[in-house]
């Protein structure tokens, strides 16, 4: 079928929810039980809208960033999708094979489109400038008709190789919602399914040549067929075990890449109670047993099912044996669990003393100027010798662990299976067999002991981090479907608080009550009070970081649940207290245009400039060696506190919100330059809100 327009295969852009929520269902991402997404208005902005939808029926939609020399090799692994061709036409992309895209047409059939094609009808109208200036050149230089097109094109491809298209987007399941289509889509349920079966396979070969050359043994002849069928099975070992490798790899990244997706979105969901309580030494330890969860659980945890599936399979051939394997398995279940609670004991003293030690590091010139010299090692030594009689604990559980399992089960089972040796009851083959049987379990046990102390590492660990596991399962209010951002006039209510009341636990008392306040555009408001007064936890109510236990908060008329979270911080925007901000280990630019989006465009880099010159900071500037791609790292490179404060007062303005609330962010400033920033400040912010102190 020759294909020669893009209209009939894709969907217009009154129709693009239809086309969202079919690709849903077609490729089984999200939750298709939701009702369907209210279709697209022209005048709002589309990735909001397209970041909305997906939301809405349970799956994320990531932008596609790429340039026109790279389009056919990102396109290619970029599905399900949808890509924009003109400002009216959508292609809804199902999957990509052998360099053709499998497209959902409106009519709901699938057409195979070369990506050749989809690649012009995107490039074409963007080089339509270009070709203008072309077409003169080439008819004066002489090319022959026949080569003008072929010329054309390549010189057209050389002049928008490095334009950028931003136009796509990638459907993926949502990191807190859909458990099963993560692990889909992370390939970890198909490739667990060909470990299991492959390496179930192995052992099955693996008695079957133990019987063939235990009758052979027991009978005590050397049949030439039986040994090229025993010299076949072990062969054929070999790449049933390959199988196996390559499959617990595949399963080992695919799993760890999830988890680490999950855990970076459940912090991210944390709200500000669950922070302010644990210090730095407290997030370094569930960062170290995140990284626990996904090496030892990966690996350990594999080993572990492994050795469960070979002692199933032993179980099988045993025979009358098999309930003396059960009998034993009930044991070392138990062994296990005393490992297993010493374990979590040493660990929680462990991660104790990570927490302990950070803080101190954090904290050590405090102490050196206001601790006793004598009383300095003095907690740490106590809990040093807690900590040796609990390893002491752990090690004894540990090595009679691994010494009495696996030895223990093969001297039980080789005097349960001596008298069937001694009398000759059963037939060679079968004695052969359920010795393979006692050998393999025997192995099993070796694999699962050596295992455990991983697998009990993950479990604690998993423990520690599950806060942050559930927290990634939070719903987000989406509100109603993005509209048109309209400008405020001066004098209109950006913001709302009517008798709004908050207390940070539930029987505690009110840090606020009644707290009633309307700021409209152009307004510029000023905060003032004593400290602890609640400035601060008012301007969190304001920008959304935390929700009043009652009263109303509206922004340009709307509550929360209405216009959404995504929405709120894009019109409200706050820079907080210094010691709640942070730079980050990343370049200035990062830095100043982290609320921006991502990565972003030459207009940003020129914007973020002005903004930081006129801020104050061009001599910092002019310093760095890199400008603005300069890395600054965590603590921030040779940034004085005052530079730091303004780079969070910049990173806030780059927003372009409708309101920007400052909480003390002048207040580490020196006379002139607080003039200079302030005077930014009232230029750049539509609407303004400053607490500070009298």
């Known amino acids: 079928m020759g294909i020669h327009t893009p209209e009939a ?10 086309a969202v929520r079919e690709l849903v269902v077609r490729t089984g991402i999200g939750n298709v039980s939701m009702e369907p997404v209210q279709n697209f208005a022209v005048a709002a902005d589309l990735g909001d809208w397209l970041d909305w939808a997906a939301k809405h029926l349970g799956c994320e939609a990531e932008p596609i960033e790429s340039t026109l020399r790279d389009l056919e090799h990102d396109l290619a692994c970029a599905f399900p999708s949808l890509i924009r061709i003109s400002d009216e036409l959508f292609l809804a992309v199902l999957e990509a094979r052998k360099r053709r895209l499998c497209v959902l047409m409106p009519d709901l059939k699938v057409q195979r489109i070369p990506l050749a094609d989809v690649c012009n009808w995107i490039r074409q109208p963007l080089g339509e400038p270009q070709r203008l200036e072309l077409t003169p050149l080439l008819e004066s230089a002489g090319i022959p008709p026949v080569l003008r097109a072929r010329t054309m094109r390549f010189l057209l491809n050389d002049q928008l190789a490095n334009k950028r298209f931003d136009q796509g987007w990638v459907l993926r399941p949502h990191v807190g919602a859909n458990t099963l289509g993560l692990l889909r889509e992370a390939g970890a349920i198909q490739n667990a399914g060909a470990l299991v079966g492959s390496h179930t396979l192995q052992y099955l070969l693996w008695l079957a040549s133990w019987a063939i050359l235990g009758r052979l043994s027991f009978e005590g002849r050397m049949d030439r067929g039986w040994l090229i069928a025993w ?29 680490r997706r999950r855990l970076l979105y459940g912090a991210m969901r944390l709200k500000p109670e669950e922070l302010h309580h644990q210090g730095i030494g407290s997030f370094l330890g569930q960062a170290l047993e995140a990284e626990a969860v996904e090496t030892l659980a990966v690996s350990g945890g594999i080993i572990g099912l492994l050795a469960a599936i070979e002692i199933i399979v032993a179980g099988f051939v045993l025979g009358p044996l098999g309930l003396a394997l059960a009998a034993w398995c009930v044991f070392v279940a138990a062994v296990v669990y005393r490992f297993l609670r010493h374990y979590h004991r040493w660990t929680d003293m462990r991660m104790a003393l990570t927490q302990d030690l950070v803080e101190s590091m954090v904290g050590h010139r405090t102490r050196l100027a206001q ?10 030594d106590q809990a040093l010798y807690g900590y040796m009689g609990v390893s002491g604990q752990v090690d004894r559980a540990g090595a009679w662990l691994i010494a009495a399992v696996a030895r223990g089960w093969l001297v039980t089972a080789l005097a349960c299976l001596g008298p069937s040796l001694i009398t000759r009851h059963d037939p060679p083959a079968v004695t052969a067999l359920r010795l393979g049987g006692i050998l393999l379990a025997y192995n099993a046990f070796k694999k699962l002991t050596w295992s455990c102390a991983d697998v009990a590492a993950a479990y604690v660990a998993c423990k520690r981090i599950a806060p942050l596991f559930r927290a990634a399962g939070r719903p987000e209010v989406l509100g109603d479907a993005p509209v048109a951002r309209s400008e405020l006039e001066i004098g209109q209510n950006v913001i709302e608080a009517d008798r709004i009341t908050f207390r940070y636990r539930q029987q505690g008392s009110f840090s606020l009550q009644a707290c009633s306040l309307a700021i409209r555009s152009g307004d510029r408001v000023l905060l003032e009070g004593p400290s602890g007064g609640g400035k601060t936890t008012f301007a969190s109510l304001l920008s959304g970081t935390r929700q009043p236990g009652s009263g109303l908060v509206l922004v340009h008329g709307f509550d929360r649940h209405t216009l959404g979270d995504r929405k709120w911080k894009q019109v409200v925007t706050a820079a907080p207290q210094f010691h709640e901000n942070h730079i980050f280990t990343e370049t200035f630019a990062f830095n100043v245009l982290m609320g921006r989006g991502w ?30 791609l300069q890395m600054v790292g965590e603590g921030g490179w040779q940034l004085s506190h005052g530079e730091r404060s303004r780079v969070f007062m910049a990173r806030a303005l780059l927003q372009r919100a409708d309101l920007v609330i400052l909480d003390e962010s ?9 003039q200079i920033a302030l005077e930014c400040t009232l230029r750049h912010a539509k609407s303004l809100m400053v607490i500070a102190h009298p």
């Open 371 to 380: 601790q006793k010299r004598e009383e300095w090692h003095e907690t740490e």
């Open 9 to 18: 295969f894709a969907w217009p852009v009154a129709r693009l929810g239809d």
């Open 231 to 259: 010299a076949l099975l072990l062969f054929t070992l070999v790449p049933c075990q390959s199988l196996t490798t390559w499959c617990q790899g595949l399963f080992a990244i695919g799993l760890g890449s999830l988890l």
């Open 599 to 628: 990565p972003p465009h030459a207009s940003d880099f020129e914007e973020a400039e002005t903004v930081c010159r006129e801020l104050g900071l061009g001599d910092l500037l002019d310093t760095m060696p890199s400008g603005l």
């Open 666 to 674: 002048f207040a580490a400033l020196d006379p002139e330059n607080l």
